[in-house]
């Protein structure tokens, strides 16, 4: 046994060691005893109000919640007295409450802790009459029930920070309500399931089977500890499942990134999967119309068409959009078989759409296309920079730590044109016109170095690029920028002093910086602030951590689904990589880089992409300029799709093959900062519905290949010896360690969770500063087009939709807003809450004017998740001249008569 660490601390004789800080409850729990403590979660900071703890230490009665552990203190808790005063504690408790808080089958905590204390339902005395409150779909109050111990509340606050919650009224009436007054379906709840989760009464619980379930209950039903399969947070989620149903999805305690808690999309947002829409049998176009059809059939005749196409056009008529909500397994495959078994490089993935700057310019920059350090070290950082990112609603467990670790302290500059949720507490909120981040990124560095805010020393040992950056520095002073980006002067230097003086800042960026026609620069600029202050690679910060849209969107690019590169990113053009593939894989890899997803359209419309496989990915509804982009899908002669859904993209469809969901599949999704994490089946696919694993594999046979490969952890082993930044992983190590991080080439050592602390993986070892020049977006606002768009998510729904419409979110959220600024509203003659056409010089949506303060005025905000709204119709095909990221962040367009 090693030497103790922590404080010394004797409970009932049995001496122990807890960390500093911990409380007597911990340290006796540590002790394997078990104390009733109704006010207090592990989440939450103590309250001490419901005396049902009660310890003695060193010949006190106190409160263990509450209570400190010091060195040498004596704990008693077993004695007859103390048990006495914990009952009676319970039993006063229970009294007020009706009979029913205590049925023998009652899930409650405090069921739980009054039976273990034989105290029966007949201690509860108390009486209905407070009433429910029903009116949420996930959310269900049953006032009669609440015990006021403010666990909710807390929660609500310190977890969530939402602050939706309070307690009213007095004595024995008080109880937990809407902070706002009125329903709890009108409050400003963001149906975290927070509260639902930390409940010990039952007084708030998820309505339907998984009434009375939290995550702090010892198994009674099947569980599937799983990765969420919404945003690329990868909160883990233990999946309770009954006779093959799941009855409730809870966060797990010990979630690397979540750690408990969860959002509305991963806590509730699973009725999708029995939808009666959902897709169960294969479907096969004859005389114009999609008809169900067995899989041998839809199998062979895809094989027979994608023959006919390469036959035609040679392998590179042939493409795959393969899909960043697909485990890393799934994308493994499809890369392999569009290159081992057709022969292309024609593969990409939605990254393409959303964060391939951020590999381009976080390559270029340092090395590795990934986030520079973990998430738990960026909530270390005492200054956050976070930039065209709105987690609090698109990655709502991120957006509350950052939320929660400000409101601890920590500065935070917000720079967002709108008034995004984290911007509300922010320090400084820089608000540039759309398109204008790179004069904004070149504005913050010019005042870092007017002002001797860099690290001269790491910019000698560890950085290349300097001189080129400071002269073209010298044509962005504060002025200069404030006249490009609309961002007052003292507030960037308000900013760049924040940033710069900051002992560890962190920099967190979204889609705002990447989604643009100069995207790249964008990544790179903002990067060069973190290399200046020698903020990244170090102990002097927490480096530049972009935010991953989807799911496995860092994990699809991981594996390949590129078409410039293998899996782990070694280039098809390079020999020596192409030869490590050939010798895992025995067949030639093709060198010539294949098609980007806009190449893929651009090739259909003019008759060179003659077979096109979408794989889980509705690019009617979510790529720019639908218009052009079905005109694409018309005219290419065999589109195959694996869905969910019938899609818009489905519903143009050769052949649309049933696809499992997430909580149906097995394997791993790398989430936004770098870890591996495993993905399990809790349930199987409805009717005829296969993984897409098994679709590859199936559609490999019946091209009279064999992909090898027969399950998933083989498909990560054999990437693993192509990729050498993977070659440590596996399924077992994940199974036995939780997530791990890449890089890992070793097995035997952990992954690296913080990058570059000893060199940069440029060639020459440096961190690369960008000297690229401020050059304006692809649109700017005219006479005709006076409004700026940006388009980004909302906190009930995600991406397409195609999941979160399909349930309860969709009762949350029904309706898809163009919110606008008053002052705009006003000179357009709109009135909140009516129906408006939006047009652009590429299409027209219609929408419903939600008027407030959020969006600056000349600048509308809209969702892309209801596509018969059409909003993807309004956006342009300008994009990233570096990568062909679309532009969705600025469209000029005008308000028309619906
Ligand atoms: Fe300690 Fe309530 S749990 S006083």
């Known amino acids: 046994m090693g030497p103790m660490t922590g404080i010394g601390i004797e409970v009932d004789g049995i001496g122990l060691a807890v960390p500093d800080g ?42 263990a919640c509450v209570t400190p552990a010091s060195p040498g203190a004596r704990v008693e808790t077993a004695t007859d007295d103390l048990a006495c005063l914990r009952r009676d504690a319970v039993e006063l408790i229970a009294s007020a409450l009706p009979p029913r808080a205590l049925t023998v089958d009652s899930p409650s905590e405090l069921a739980h802790v009054c039976r273990s204390m034989g105290i029966g339902p007949e201690a509860a005395r108390g009486a209905d009459g407070r009433g429910e409150d029903d009116s949420h779909p996930y959310v269900r109050l049953d006032r009669d029930l609440c015990i006021a111990c403010g666990r909710c509340v807390r929660m609500c606050s310190e977890v969530q920070g939402t602050f939706a919650l309070t307690l009213v009224g007095r004595g024995g009436d008080t109880v937990v309500a809407p902070g706002a007054g009125g329903t709890w379906a009108e409050s400003d709840c963001v149906a975290c399931g927070g509260c639902v989760d930390t409940c010990p009464t039952g007084a708030i619980t998820q309505p339907g089977p998984a009434r009375g379930l939290t995550s702090g209950m010892r198994p009674a039903a099947a569980r599937t500890l799983t990765t969420c399969g919404y945003c690329g947070v990868g909160c883990t989620l233990d999946v309770v499942t009954r006779e093959g149903e799941i009855t409730a999805v809870l966060p797990a305690r010990d979630g690397p990134v979540n750690h408990g808690h969860a959002c509305v999309k991963g806590r509730f947002a699973h009725g999708f999967r029995t939808s009666p829409e959902r897709l169960t049998r294969p479907l096969l176009r004859r005389g114009g119309v999609l008809e169900p059809v067995g899989w041998d059939e839809a199998l062979a005749h895809t094989a027979r068409e994608l023959r006919v196409a390469v036959g035609a056009g040679g392998p590179d008529a042939v493409a795959a959009i393969s899909s960043a909500r697909a485990t890393n397994e799934d994308n493994y495959l499809v890369q392999k078989f569009m290159r081992a078994v057709l022969g292309t490089n024609n593969v990409d993935n939605c990254s393409r759409l959303c964060h391939s700057p951020s590999a381009a310019g976080l390559t270029a920059s340092f090395g590795l296309s990934g986030g520079t350090d973990s998430f738990d070290d960026v909530q270390r950082a005492d200054c956050l920079l976070v930039v065209g990112a709105n987690p609090v609603e698109a990655h709502p467990v991120v957006g509350a730590r950052l939320l929660n670790h400000v409101l601890h302290g920590a500065a935070l500059v917000v720079a967002d044109p709108r008034a995004v949720g984290l911007a509300l507490h922010a320090d400084v909120h820089l608000r540039p016109r759309p398109g204008t981040n790179v004069a904004l990124f070149h504005g913050l560095a010019h005042i870092l170095l007017a002002e001797g805010l860099v690290d001269e020393e790491f910019l000698r040992e560890r950085a290349t690029g300097l001189p080129e950056l400071v002269a073209l520095l010298d044509d962005y002073p504060p002025e200069r920028v404030a006249g490009i980006t609309g961002v007052p002067a003292e507030d960037l230097v308000a900013a760049a002093r924040l940033y710069g003086r900051a002992e560890r800042p962190a920099v967190v960026y979204g889609l705002g910086v990447t989604e643009h026609l100069h995207g790249t620069d964008g990544v790179r600029s903002l990067a060069n602030l973190a290399i200046l202050c020698g903020a990244v690679g170090s102990d002097r910060g927490y480096g530049v951590n972009p935010l991953r849209g989807q799911n496995n969107v860092q994990g699809a690019s991981d594996m390949g689904a590129l078409p410039d590169v293998l899996p782990g990113y070694g280039k098809v ?75 818009e993209t489905a519903r143009r469809a050769d052949v649309v093959l049933p696809a499992a969901s997430w909580l149906e599949k097995d394997g791993t999704f790398v989430n936004f900062d770098r870890r591996f994490q495993r993905v399990r089946p809790a349930v199987p696919p409805p009717g005829e519905a296969r993984t897409d694993f098994d679709i590859v594999r199936a559609l490999a046979a019946a091209m009279g290949a064999d992909l090898g490969c027969a399950t998933p952890a083989e498909a990560l082993a054999e990437c693993g010896r192509l990729a050498p930044v993977f070659a440590g992983l596996s399924h077992d190590r994940l ?137 993807n119709r309004l956006t342009s095909d300008h994009a990233d001249t570096v990568t062909s990221c679309p532009e969705y962040k600025v469209t000029a367009v005008r308000l028309a008569v619906p």
């Not at 692809?778 to 939709?801: C, F, I, K, M, Q």
């Open 735 to 871: 199974d036995r360690e939780g997530a791990v991080p890449w890089p890992c080439p070793d097995p035997g050592r952990p992954g690296e969770a913080k990058l570059y602390t000893r060199r940069f993986a440029t060639p020459d070892g440096r961190a690369h500063l960008a000297a690229a020049p401020y050059l304006p977006p692809g649109e700017e606002p005219d006479d005709a087009y006076p409004l700026l768009l940006v388009t980004g998510r909302r906190w009930a729904h995600y991406n397409s939709g195609s999941m979160t419409r399909h349930g309860g979110n969709l009762a949350l959220d029904p309706v898809d807003f163009l919110d606008l600024h008053p002052d705009d509203a006003h000179r357009y003659g709109v009135r909140d809450g009516e129906r408006v056409a939006v047009e652009s010089r590429h299409g027209r949506a219609r929408l419903v004017a939600r008027i407030g303060e959020r969006t600056a005025p000349g600048q509308v905000f809209c969702s892309f998740h209801f596509p018969t709204s059409g909003v």
């Open 22 to 63: 911990a409380s007597l409850l911990t340290a006796v729990r540590a002790a394997g005893t078990e104390l009733p403590a109704l006010c207090s979660d592990d989440r939450l900071s103590p309250a001490g109000s419901c005396r049902t703890c009660l310890v003695r230490a060193d010949g006190r009665v106190v409160a």
């Open 573 to 647: 053009t390079d020999p020596a990589v192409r030869s490590r593939a050939e010798d895992v894989w025995g067949v030639p890899v093709p060198e010539r880089p294949g098609l980007r997803i806009p190449d893929m359209f651009a090739a259909a419309r003019t008759g060179d992409l003659r077979a096109l496989w979408v794989v889980g990915e509705d690019v009617c509804a979510t790529d720019p300029d639908t218009n052009r982009v079905t005109q694409a899908l018309d005219a290419c002669p065999l589109v195959v799709c694996n869905e969910l859904f019938l899609s």
